[in-house]
């Protein structure tokens, strides 16, 4: 990967790009906003591994996309079938939770793989500009289908809409709008009332760092929060609807997102707040039961202890926030029961329950 810093910030940013006919993608390096704007080339498989691994690219359907890429990078270095098959087990390896990565590669996979080695990249890289193609179209229609909703419920209440998000499912984890993020920016754009309570997402401050940066972007109000006042603004009365994205839906609804949503869900029944899911449909796993099967990441306990930003001098820095020794637990990602979900947004409309989910997807073939 080669940096390329940009200068000030932009309401133009997309978090993948692949540049009409070439042989490598940029992307977004995450870990540097909100304080900088910096661009990433990817150009064999290596690199788009670790730019999924470390971080520099997350979000489920962007991880999805950046593998299908890493995939054609390989086939362009070795074609072969144990090219092939190395690559797809490297890719998949870099993170485990969301599906996304492994429903890009295997699609990609399926595509090339009966066809002579010489024309495998060239089919790869076909694969992978449609898998983000359908990404941004995906996203426009969940933000169409969520945009209705909330023209519904603005009209039902008197003043501004408050929405709570959590963590980043935004343009910056997609290909497109965003998941959660797409009905708020098109409410926004036709100039619905609209205010947004960004949850901080400790401790990567995904939520801090992703979500208030790209809403700044679009000029939409917003407010910071730390993670421990969710219940208490929805106790208050200040929040109308709680949207969050996906990494993973099981069979029975179940859904696998950012830590601290599960706790969001059981707040929002409590004080009857909808609490609606945003996702694209391959982040369904049709394959397992329930979100007892989710294999949940466990990240370093470093990101739990030190936290980065900028001093009073505008200088990166990098503190400890906790006595020397001190142990600690880092898991990414928590299962919300499908009971404590209002609805689900998706491409297809909005389905409220775990069988009018499967029933509007299945039928769809959609793995």
Same mark, same amino acid.
């Given at each position: 990967?080669?940096?390329? =810093?940009?200068?000030?910030?932009s309401?133009?940013?997309?978090?993948?790009?692949?540049?009409?006919?070439?042989?490598?993608?940029?992307?977004?390096?995450?870990?540097?906003?909100?304080?900088a704007?910096?661009?990433?080339?990817?150009?064999?498989?290596?690199?788009?591994?670790?730019?999924?691994?470390?971080?520099?690219?997350?979000?489920?359907?962007?991880?999805?996309?950046?593998?299908?890429?890493?995939?054609?990078? /390989?086939?362009?270095?070795?074609?072969?079938?144990?090219?092939?098959?190395?690559?797809?087990?490297?890719?998949?390896?870099?993170?485990?939770?969301?599906?996304?990565?492994?429903?890009?590669?295997?699609?990609?996979?399926?595509? %090339?793989?009966?066809? =002579?080695?010489?024309?495998?990249?060239?089919?790869?890289?076909?694969?992978?500009?449609?898998?983000?193609?359908?990404?941004?179209?995906i996203?426009?229609?969940?933000?169409?289908?969520?945009?209705?909703?909330?023209?519904?419920?603005?009209?039902?209440?008197?003043?501004v809409?408050?929405?709570?998000?959590?963590?980043?499912?935004?343009?910056?984890?997609?290909c497109?709008?965003?998941?959660?993020?797409?009905?708020?920016?098109?409410?926004?754009?036709?100039?619905?009332?609209?205010?947004?309570?960004?949850?901080?997402?400790?401790?990567r401050?995904?939520?801090?760092?992703?979500?208030?940066?790209?809403?700044?972007?679009?000029?939409?109000?917003?407010?910071?929060?730390?993670?421990?006042?969710?219940?208490?603004?929805?106790?208050?009365?200040?929040?109308?609807?709680?949207?969050?994205?996906?990494?993973? %839906?099981?069979?029975?609804?179940?859904?696998?997102?950012?830590?601290?949503?599960?706790?969001?869900?059981?707040?929002?029944?409590?004080?009857?707040?909808?609490?609606?899911?945003?996702?694209?449909?391959?982040?369904?796993?049709w394959?397992?039961?329930?979100?007892?099967a989710?294999?949940?990441?466990?990240?370093?306990?470093?990101?739990?202890?030190?936290?980065?930003?900028?001093?009073?001098?505008?200088a990166?820095?990098?503190?400890?926030?906790?006595?020397?020794?001190?142990? /600690?637990?880092?898991?990414?990602?928590?299962?919300?029961?499908?009971r404590?979900?209002?609805?689900?947004?998706?491409?297809?409309?909005?389905? %409220?329950?775990?069988d009018?989910?499967?029933?509007?997807?299945?039928?769809?073939?959609?793995?």
């Amino acid at each position: 990967m080669h940096a390329r =810093p940009k200068p000030g910030l932009s309401h133009d940013y997309r978090a993948l790009i692949h540049p009409a006919g070439a042989r490598f993608v940029e992307v977004l390096d995450q870990r540097a906003l909100p304080h900088a704007v910096v661009t990433l080339r990817i150009d064999d498989a290596g690199a788009a591994t670790a730019a999924i691994r470390e971080m520099v690219v997350r979000g489920a359907p962007l991880i999805g996309a950046v593998g299908a890429f890493g995939l054609a990078l /390989a086939l362009d270095a070795d074609p072969s079938d144990a090219g092939l098959a190395q690559a797809h087990s490297m890719l998949d390896a870099a993170r485990p939770t969301a599906v996304n990565l492994r429903w890009a590669l295997d699609r990609v996979h399926a595509r %090339v793989a009966e066809l =002579p080695n010489a024309e495998r990249a060239d089919a790869a890289w076909e694969e992978a500009d449609a898998i983000s193609a359908e990404d941004i179209e995906i996203n426009a229609a969940i933000g169409r289908h969520g945009l209705a909703w909330l023209r519904d419920l603005a009209t039902r209440k008197d003043g501004v809409l408050n929405v709570m998000t959590h963590c980043n499912a935004g343009a910056l984890a997609t290909c497109g709008l965003g998941t959660a993020t797409a009905p708020l920016f098109l409410a926004h754009s036709e100039g619905l009332a609209l205010h947004v309570f960004v949850s901080e997402t400790r401790p990567r401050l995904q939520g801090a760092n992703l979500t208030a940066w790209e809403l700044s972007q679009h000029g939409i109000p917003h407010t910071l929060f730390v993670d421990g006042a969710s219940a208490l603004l929805m106790r208050r009365g200040d929040v109308d609807v709680v949207i969050v994205g996906a990494d993973r %839906v099981a069979a029975n609804g179940d859904v696998c997102n950012k830590i601290g949503t599960y706790g969001k869900a059981l707040a929002a029944t409590d004080n009857a707040i909808p609490f609606f899911v945003a996702l694209p449909s391959p982040t369904i796993d049709w394959e397992l039961a329930s979100g007892d099967a989710i294999p949940i990441e466990s990240r370093a306990a470093d990101e739990v202890l030190h936290i980065a930003g900028r001093d009073h001098h505008g200088a990166a820095s990098r503190v400890t926030i906790a006595t020397s020794g001190t142990a /600690a637990v880092n898991f990414a990602f928590d299962v919300t029961p499908a009971r404590l979900v209002t609805g689900y947004i998706t491409e297809r409309g909005i389905a %409220v329950g775990p069988d009018a989910l499967r029933d509007m997807h299945r039928s769809g073939n959609d793995r």
